[in-house]
């Protein structure tokens, strides 16, 4: 965990203290969304300045979930548990071959047929769909959704990810199969079952928009590709610009100087009794017009 991580853990802890449960803390975490954010606003179009895509909400919530799940080599659910598997993919070697199988003894819960459903355009934001699969896309991540029929179980689903490959095997058929258009973070990779649907999500080696999941599929225009980013992805330098900016505007609404402005004041006070300097006696900023 990182120390800026690190640094928020009293914090939080005060609030959990005072929030007394997780249900009442996370109530209060989603709230303040709701209220401060643009989390629960849905774009109205690509690229929109305010909202996010339809279900990217529920996506981001969903990775940071399995994101932020300790290791482990089983899941242990019981009557009362939501009956979905994840699981975390650990490589001992970035080249070792990552078969992964579920943690439950039967895949096949109630639900349509793998062909009674279509996905959703939020699922392949920035991607593509096809028959079997679909995927979706940030600078950061790539997500995967592939369709599980009825009568798979355990035995018959097996997952390979690879630093650059990928395939998921449902029974002797692959429904994905293929070289990784760029390279993924393999040990950091995360399944789980969400109903009909099989979900993979991978974090890239590098920060790039991908033209294909699988150098097999037609090439995505990338130009094409709604290159805006969270605020929460962006690095800490551009977040610090943002805050700025913001800062400013608010400064200029209020009829208050501006931090560039404060900054050339500041300056000018320093030089204002240097040698040379036609000014004399106590600053005074209006005898000074800036244009």
């Not at 993919?89 to 039967?106: F, K, M, N, Q, R």
């Not at 097996?158 to 029974?171: A, G, H, M, Q, Y």
């Not at 204002?272 to 209006?286: H, I, M, Q, R, V």
Request: proline letters at 5%.
């Amino acid at each position: 965990m990182c120390d800026a991580n690190q640094n928020h853990d009293d914090m939080l802890f005060q609030m959990l203290k005072e929030c007394k449960t997780l249900p009442n803390f996370f109530d209060e975490v989603f709230g303040f969304l709701q209220r401060r954010t643009d989390f629960y606003h849905i774009a109205n179009e690509p690229g929109a300045a305010v909202g996010l895509p339809d279900g990217l909400a529920e996506k981001l919530v969903r990775h940071m979930l399995y994101k932020w799940k300790p290791k482990q080599s089983e899941i242990i659910y019981t009557d009362t548990d939501i009956p979905t598997t994840a699981e975390e993919i650990v490589a001992a070697d970035c080249e070792e071959v990552i078969e992964v199988t579920s943690t439950t003894e039967d895949l096949s819960l109630n639900g349509k047929a793998v062909n009674d459903f279509a996905f959703t355009k939020s699922e392949f934001y920035n991607g593509a769909d096809y028959n079997d699969y679909c995927w979706s896309q940030s600078i950061l991540e790539v997500h995967i959704l592939v369709k599980i029929p009825e009568d798979i179980t355990k035995k018959d689903l097996n997952v390979t990810i690879l630093p650059n490959r990928i395939s998921v095997k449902l029974k002797d058929e692959y429904v994905l199969c293929g070289e990784l258009c760029q390279k993924c973070k393999a040990n950091e990779a995360i399944w789980s079952l969400d109903g009909r649907k099989l979900e993979i999500h991978l974090d890239k080696c590098q920060d790039m928009w991908w033209n294909c999941l699988v150098k097999s599929e037609p090439e995505l225009d990338i130009s094409k590709i709604d290159c805006t980013r969270p605020y929460e992805e962006l690095p800490e330098e551009a977040q610090a610009k943002i805050e700025e900016l913001q800062w400013n505007q608010e400064r200029k609404r209020l009829g208050l100087p501006t931090s560039e402005e404060m900054a050339l004041q500041e300056k000018l006070k320093k030089a204002w009794n240097a040698e040379g300097s036609p000014f004399s006696g106590p600053y005074d900023p209006k005898v000074v017009v800036i244009s």
